[in-house]
């Protein structure tokens, strides 16, 4: 005995160092995956020396004689420090998912692969100009000189996830930019959402009043009445069954991290005129999933081209180099999401002799079709048939459960916009940012094809404009659902009539206010002739920016800018709030202490208050209290704070009585029902944060998600890869922060928020500030993985300077590439 136990001494005092051993090496290999500071490299296609010099923050410095060079600098950083990022925005647009992420993504590969993302984006490479052509192919030769390099010793030529998952990357085509670039519009088309939703409320047999109830327009507009779906789509009614809970059907069909479906956003420019300066001032924060890294790469690019020096500063997105957010010598630009109508679901009649034929206006037709094949990371391979009809490719019948909600012999066909094989957006906003005046900006947008933004723009002579640039269908006076739910296929009534010509778009220059504001709600008046949406954003945060800015006469600068930008004022709580407040004041058994805070509450969502905490939670379950019992399979996907609905109930502006409990036996009243879920929710809260309320605080509770594709999902890694700070702010201030309620394990978790703010000074651009989300690095061992996350918490930022004599004063490291 006595020599097994000294045996068993001499293996554990052995074997457990050389384990630590060989776990510390392998951290210190993996995080030599980090690159160097500095280093040469030659690349052949390269013109002339190409220089990159990375600040304190991290940020490229990349300059060069041509702006091919300087876009292969660019792909050359982007790799260097966002390689796995760009991996999985690729992988997505090619449907591939599942070969990464196991049997969880075939859904999303099957969904993406219907779509024909990267046909859609080979097709509109191939129809390029020669000069956005050769600025993509300078793009891709940076990434790839990054991946084909020799490595180093002692350390991963990759970063931490392809080690983790075994994955090597392909070469980097110039296929891949466009089909990155479109992925952005997977982003922020959202209106087949809406449709799918009015299309299940109706299969339950809600009446087409009863759904403007759920899903009302804004009060300025004055949509026709909708139609009565069930007659128009033949569609059975009664209660849903086996529905997947919203989490399920989210996570199905969003291809990771920053990619879910939505879309909202900030911006105003200022003449000068209005500014203390005396020059123009322009503001945007775009608001997108929150997601680790961010979204944006901050960069500096100068041109010093032989005729003159052009200088590009602001953010990109890893796998195309364009700069979507910023600012040149002479220009200025921030864009918020338009959130235009550019999608329609077409229900199509199968032939039930034929599955192989669909219904047109004009008989019986073949289904397009392709067998794919989508290989499965720990599983057996799965094929599919993809097919399509003339309005474009047929949805899988699990998307959003859409299946359910069909008629038999029925499909779901989505045309949309994106889809288009002709979209020459890149070289639209490739040309626009190298020309010198507001006009001259606008006029580039003439080929602008998707996602349509809202574009603010000023140039240093003065002027301020805003244009909407974009495809956007115009459809049949006789089509009376107008975009806003499934319509029949076989009826050419509803067949899109073409597209607002580019004259008829949205756009302004120097208006007489000497100011616009935008924030994905209408920006057109009652006199546009055409239709883009009805189902703007509500206007909340559109009314605050009027109120701070656009209709503030007082003189601005730079920093009420910055000011409005962290504004949590919820306006469009404070309309509400004390309404329910004295509805259930009189309720006995209604929490006394939750009571005085709310009525002490002045609307601001700040990080270390406990009302706003309360507040949400309250709006929580009183829309479960009020519509799930209605709604049942329904409601979750269509779960979270709507105020607009909210409103209607309490003015009594309702179709039914959403408030009585059809559950139970008696009828409840909406104070009965608000006051039971006020308690329910300070339950909820003691279960989560304990009964010490004076521990409660919003900013605790509502950390940025900052969520890592895929390791966020993994416990043993979320903790290194997930970027999590207290953050402000909700889902009606301009600081915004979204969540999740359907999210039962963190439904206050900020999940959509300001990916970016920019304000630019055009007193001196070089005063121009800038912040993302969580830092330069998509490595987690690097210093600049998460040293952004903060100061964007606090609504700090920093200068990118472009004088050579500045920034080299705090240059880290530098890059030579030679040809």
Same mark, same amino acid.
């Given at each position: ?9 001499? /293996? ?110 080979? %097709? ?37 996830? *392809?080690?983790?998952? $075994? ?41 087409? =009043? ?30 849903? %069954? ?30 000068? =005129? ?6 123009? !001032? ?20 100068? /041109? ?21 957010? $910023? ?19 077409? !229900? ?56 359910? +909600? ?72 006789? #089509? ?13 009534? +509803?067949?899109?009539?073409? &597209? ?19 924030? #994905? ?5 009652? =006199? ?20 701070? /800015? ?25 309309? /509400? ?19 005085? &805070? ?16 309360? *507040? ?10 009020? +519509? ?23 003015? $009594? ?108 000074? *055009? ?6 500030? *800038? ?35 500045? +920034? ?12």
């Amino acid at each position: 005995m006595r020599r097994i136990l000294k045996a068993l001494v001499r /293996i554990i005092f052995i074997a457990v160092p050389l384990v630590l051993i060989g776990t510390g090496a392998g951290i210190v290999w993996l995080s030599r995956s980090l690159p160097p500071g500095s280093g040469r490299m030659q690349i052949d296609q390269l013109t002339d020396s190409v220089t990159i010099s990375r600040d304190e923050n991290g940020v490229p410095h990349i300059s060069g004689a041509s702006i091919e060079d300087v876009f292969t600098g660019l792909g050359f950083a982007h790799a260097q420090d966002r390689m796995w990022q760009m991996e999985v925005v690729r992988i997505a647009a090619q449907g591939r998912l599942s070969e990464l992420f196991g049997a969880q993504t075939v859904n999303s590969d099957k969904w993406l692969r219907s779509m024909g993302i990267l046909e859609a984006a080979q %097709s509109s490479y191939d129809m390029l100009p020669e000069t956005s052509q050769r600025a993509i192919r300078a793009y891709s030769n940076g990434v790839n000189a990054w991946l084909t390099r020799e490595g180093r010793e002692f350390a991963s030529r990759l970063p931490p996830e *392809f080690v983790i998952l $075994g994955h090597e990357p392909t070469t980097w085509e110039p296929a891949h930019t466009v089909a990155a670039l479109k992925m952005m519009s997977v982003t922020l088309a959202s209106n087949s959402t809406s449709e799918v939703q009015r299309l299940s409320f109706a299969r339950l047999g809600l009446t087409p =009043d009863e759904i403007d109830d759920l899903l009302p327009a804004l009060s300025a507009d004055n949509p026709p009445p909708l139609p009565d779906l069930t007659a128009l789509l033949g569609l059975d009614t009664g209660p849903l %069954s086996g529905a997947k809970s919203a989490e399920s059907a989210q996570s199905d069909f969003i291809p990771m991290g920053q990619y879910e479906k939505m879309g909202a956003s900030n911006n105003w420019v200022l003449a000068g =005129d209005r500014t203390k300066s005396g020059q123009p !001032i322009l503001a945007n924060d775009p608001h997108l999933s929150l997601s680790a890294p961010s979204v944006w790469y901050l960069t500096h690019l100068k /041109i010093k081209g032989p005729e003159r020096e052009q200088n590009l500063v602001g953010a990109t997105t890893p796998g195309s180099p364009l700069v979507l957010l $910023g600012r040149s010598n002479e220009l200025a630009w921030g864009l918020t999401n338009t959130a235009s109508d550019v999608q329609d679901i077409f !229900i199509e009649k199968t032939n039930p002799d034929n599955e192989d034929e669909y219904l047109t206006p004009d008989g019986w037709q073949p289904f397009g079709k392709k067998q794919e094949t989508i290989k499965i990371r720990g599983g057996e391979a799965v094929s599919f048939t993809r097919r399509w009809t003339r309005h474009g490719p047929v949805l899988p019948m699990a998307y959003m459960n859409i299946g359910q +909600y069909l008629p038999d012999n029925t499909v779901a066909v989505l045309q949309w916009v994106a889809l288009a094989d002709d979209d020459l957006t890149f070289d639209s906003a490739f040309t626009s940012v190298n020309q010198t005046s507001v006009e001259g900006f606008q006029d580039a947008m003439v080929n602008y094809v998707t996602p349509m933004q809202s574009i603010v723009v000023a140039d240093t002579a003065g002027n301020i404009g805003l244009i909407a640039p974009g495809r956007v269908p115009v459809r049949d006076p006789n #089509n009376l659902v107008m975009g806003r739910a499934p319509v029949p296929g076989w009826d050419r009534d +509803y067949d899109w009539k073409g &597209t607002i010509p580019f004259e008829g778009l949205p756009r302004q220059f120097n208006p007489e206010m000497g100011a616009i504001g935008t924030a #994905n709600t209408k920006i057109v008046g009652a =006199d546009y002739p055409y239709l883009l949406t009805f189902d703007w954003d509500e206007p909340w945060r559109q009314e605050r920016i009027n109120e701070l /800015i656009v209709d503030n006469r007082s003189p601005q600068t730079t920093t009420l800018s910055q000011v409005a930008q962290a504004d949590v004022t919820s306006t469009a709580f404070a309309s /509400i709030g004390p309404r329910m407040i004295a509805l259930v004041e009189a309720k006995a058994n209604v929490d006394p202490k939750a009571l005085r &805070t709310l009525k002490a509450w002045d609307y601001t969502m700040v990080r270390d208050a406990r009302a706003p905490l309360i *507040f949400m939670a309250w709006i929580r379950e009183s829309m479960k209290g009020i +519509y799930a019992d209605d709604l049942g399979a329904a409601f979750d996907p269509w779960f979270r704070a709507r105020v607009d609905v909210m409103q209607r109930l309490l003015d $009594g502006q309702v179709s039914r009585d959403w408030c009585d409990d059809r559950l139970t036996v008696g009828q409840e009243s909406c104070a009965d029902i608000l006051a039971a879920a006020l308690t329910r929710a300070i339950s909820d809260l003691e279960s989560r944060y304990g009964e010490e309320r004076s521990q409660w605080s919003w900013g605790k509770a509502h950390l940025s998600a900052g969520a890592h594709a895929p390791f966020s999902q993994v416990p043993m890694l979320k903790w290194f890869f997930d970027i999590q700070v207290e953050s402000a702010g909700g889902p009606f201030t301009l600081d915004r922060g979204l969540t999740t309620f359907s999210d039962a394990e963190s439904p206050f978790i900020n999940t959509h928020g300001s990916s970016f703010r920019g304000i630019y000074d *055009f007193s001196d651009l070089n005063k121009s500030t *800038f912040i993302q989300t969580t830092g330069q690095s998509g490595n987690p061992f690097s210093r600049h993985y998460r040293d952004f996350a903060r100061p964007w918490s606090d609504v700090e930022a920093i200068r990118i300077p472009t004088d050579p004599a500045v +920034y080299e004063m705090s240059v880290k490291g530098t890059w030579q590439l030679t040809p």
